[in-house]
Nanobody, 123 residues
């Protein structure tokens, strides 16, 4: 059974930092972070497949996605610095066996999702 377990969310003041972790039950080619604020659509935040990363314009220069390369450790991280109130959302980890570029061609979202973790940034 595939599992994605997020951790690291919480409350922080504007300008602060948080690091989210996503522990997967197995290796995935693609891992990504999405977020959804109340009343808003889900937004892709950052993705990594093998060594290629992408970022939403709103987080470039502030967020960094990485993944643990050790054998048997299938964990992705999202380091979030200089947090702003507009970063407040539920953050979801996603994973797939296909690279992001192919998913875009297939017009689909990642197959596997975590339960989400709340990030709240106060001004």
């Amino acid at each position: 059974q595939v599992r994605l377990v997020e951790s690291g969310g919480g409350s922080v003041q504007s300008g602060g930092s948080l690091r989210l972790s996503c522990a997967a039950s197995r290796y995935f080619v693609y891992m990504g972070w999405f977020r959804q604020a109340p009343g808003e659509e889900r937004e892709e935040v950052a993705t990594i497949d093998r060594s290629t990363t992408t970022y939403a314009d709103s987080v470039k220069g502030r967020f960094t996605i990485s993944r643990d390369r050790d054998i048997g450790k299938n964990t992705a991280y999202l380091q979030m610095n200089s947090l702003k109130p507009e970063d407040t959302a539920v953050y979801f980890c996603a994973a797939d066996d296909t690279a992001r570029s192919l998913m875009l061609l297939q017009r689909r979202v990642p197959a596997y999702w975590g339960q989400g973790t709340q990030v709240t940034v106060s001004s």
